[in-house]
């Protein structure tokens, strides 16, 4: 029956989590604490304080096959094993599915049963155990904190290097470590904690302290929990939603995120959108589940916003009926952004990229679209208006408006067939159809000449004014003409009039290829210009690179910059308002 049930001990919850009695519904987001944060919970619990009810669902019958179902974690290392494991449940008992209370009883099992490894600092990302050590929390049974005002029990995560997982650490301090997951057998074993306190000489205090982390596990009725046992998937979302839109913890995207995937019937949501989402940025971007909403909505939807009532279980099977296909072409549109050059940090919209997905997706050509001979022309002129959107910034935060501007380009009705007189990528069509594209004049392409060397939008001007270069593997690179360590030379009245500000700008920046410009180094521009135009063209040469045919010796800088800034203007003006 639903209502406050009896409460029960921390043993007995963890108990049924590892009897898989206790699971996670599919809407539920993963493991976010922070190891303080699991420490500052054991600690509560060693004072007596409450820790909030938790709201459990009981599921039964065939609901336990309405929704997916998946098993706490007891190992987490950060960013590379975060994901629960799906649990089938087609052939097991009854159950309790976790609405509220999921990061707390994740964070007893990882402090209890299993382990926590975070990055060490200025390490690299990739996985290793030197990377991320692995980590057992250990209660420091020396002594109490009472002089700190918010933490009387010291609990720490300490690297297994260093305890070599032994029940009992001795710090360099002389302070002595209590192993905490120990305590659970230490309780049920003929060998209990009055032995082990005496086969290690524990001191009174110590041994005291272990009785009351005891207590804490097995004695105290720390777990109140509200019961839901009505067999309604529907009602469970909706208790979730209204539980966690309350607050700011959880992100209203991350509830759409939840609904989405709970209503997935044949595939594992959560596990194909994560595997996507992680593939892609294995490629060097920073996807997230956001995107994939609103890629879902962009692709099928009437309305693009981030509205509950837009996923619901009719467009999400069609989500699911279709996702293969949006899966491949949220890949082949990401591999082809890499040939472009585009990085995490150089992509400054991937709400911009969304046209690109549309057309992709819905012509059927994302199969090899980034290196097929066939669609070479349609990719220079996606990178073309890819590359000009970015710097005019049309899809921003807040850009629903124009993305239905550039959606409506294709198809002003999403149940009709897509594309049908679309030969090829519609550029000129969707920035006539979007109505921030007016033309753009001087005073912004002379701003946008002001942006300094490796901001996030110097690639997209650079690889705008030199497009020739190969930026499919990287191999280029951002190079002042100029050399910057030649800026201390400038006499005082060019440095009074162009600035560092000025030297390090577009204006005396090129894109080189990697080879180019390790060869080219710290020469001054006048010498490696003489040098690479040693009986070649020298104008065409200059034409190539967008140097201005004027004295290129340093003291003449002014010169060089104005005579630039000319032919630059001019060779955006004409790009940006194609």
Not at 64 to 69: I, Q, S, W
Not at 422 to 436: L, M, V
């Amino acid at each position: 029956m639903a209502g406050f049930q009896a409460p029960i001990t921390i043993h007995q919850a963890i108990d049924r989590i590892r009897k898989k009695e206790y699971l996670l519904p599919a809407f539920q987001r993963e493991f976010v604490w922070k190891p303080w944060q699991i420490e500052q919970l054991f600690d509560s619990l060693m004072q007596g304080y409450p820790i909030s009810s938790m709201l459990f669902w009981k599921v039964k019958g065939v609901t336990k096959t309405d929704f997916r179902f998946y098993q706490f974690l007891d190992t987490f290392v950060e960013a590379h094993k975060v994901h629960n494991d799906l649990m089938a449940t087609d052939s097991i008992n009854d159950f309790h599915a976790i609405l509220d209370g999921q990061q707390r009883l994740t964070a007893l099992h990882i402090g209890l049963c299993g382990s926590y490894a975070s990055k060490e600092k200025y390490l690299p990302w990739v996985y290793s155990e030197k990377n991320f050590p692995t980590k057992h929390l250990y209660l420091d049974i020396s002594k109490t904190y009472s002089e700190e005002s918010n933490k009387k029990f010291m609990f720490s995560f300490i690297d297994k290097i260093k305890t070599k997982e032994e029940d009992l650490y001795y710090d360099h301090n002389s302070h002595v470590w209590f192993r905490v997951g120990r305590i659970l057998s230490l309780h049920q074993e003929e060998y209990d904690l009055d032995d082990f306190a005496e086969d290690n000489s524990l001191s009174k205090d110590s041994k005291k302290m272990l009785k009351r982390l005891d207590k804490a596990m097995f004695t105290d009725l720390n777990i109140n929990y509200y019961e839901e046992d009505e067999q309604n998937p529907d009602k469970a979302v909706n208790i979730f939603v209204r539980i966690n839109s309350g607050g700011t913890a959880l992100s209203y995207s991350d509830i759409l995120f939840s609904i989405a995937v709970a209503n997935w019937k044949q595939k594992d949501a959560r596990t194909e959108i994560n595997g996507l989402v992680d593939s892609v940025n294995s490629k060097g971007f920073t996807l997230n589940k956001d995107y994939i909403l609103k890629a879902f909505l962009f692709l099928h939807h009437k309305d693009i916003r981030y509205n509950i009532i837009n996923f619901n279980s009719e467009f999400v099977a069609k989500i699911e009926q279709q996702w293969e296909s949006i899966r491949d072409a949220v890949t082949s549109l990401f591999d082809l952004l890499k040939t472009f050059g585009l990085t995490s940090y150089t992509l400054t919209s991937y709400n911009a990229t969304l046209p690109i997905l549309y057309y992709l997706y819905h012509k059927n050509i994302y199969t090899d679209f980034a290196t097929k001979i066939t669609w070479k022309e349609d990719r220079i002129a996606i990178k073309n208006w890819l590359l000009t959107v970015l710097l005019r910034r049309i899809f921003g935060a807040n850009s629903d408006t124009s993305l239905m501007q550039a959606r409506n380009t294709f198809t002003k009705d999403i149940n009709a067939e897509f594309l049908q007189s679309t030969t090829n990528f519609p550029a000129s069509a969707i920035n006539s159809g979007i109505k921030r594209m007016t033309d753009i004049g001087d005073e912004f392409i002379a701003e946008l000449l002001t942006t300094q060397k490796d901001n996030s939008y110097s690639f997209s001007i650079l690889a705008m004014l030199y497009p020739d270069l190969d930026y499919k593997n990287n191999n280029f690179q951002q190079d002042h003409l100029h050399p910057a360590s030649t800026y201390n030379k400038l006499k005082q009245e060019d440095k009074d009039g162009y600035g560092w500000v000025v030297f390090n700008s577009i204006l005396n920046l090129q894109m080189l290829d990697a080879n180019e410009n390790m060869s080219k180094q710290d020469q001054a521009l006048n010498d490696w210009v003489s040098q690479q135009t040693k009986g070649k063209d020298k104008d065409k040469f200059l034409a190539n690179h967008l140097i201005p045919n004027v004295n290129l010796d340093l003291n003449n800088f002014g010169d060089f910059i104005e005579a630039r800034k000319v032919l630059l203007m001019e060779k955006l003006k004409v790009i940006l308002n194609t």
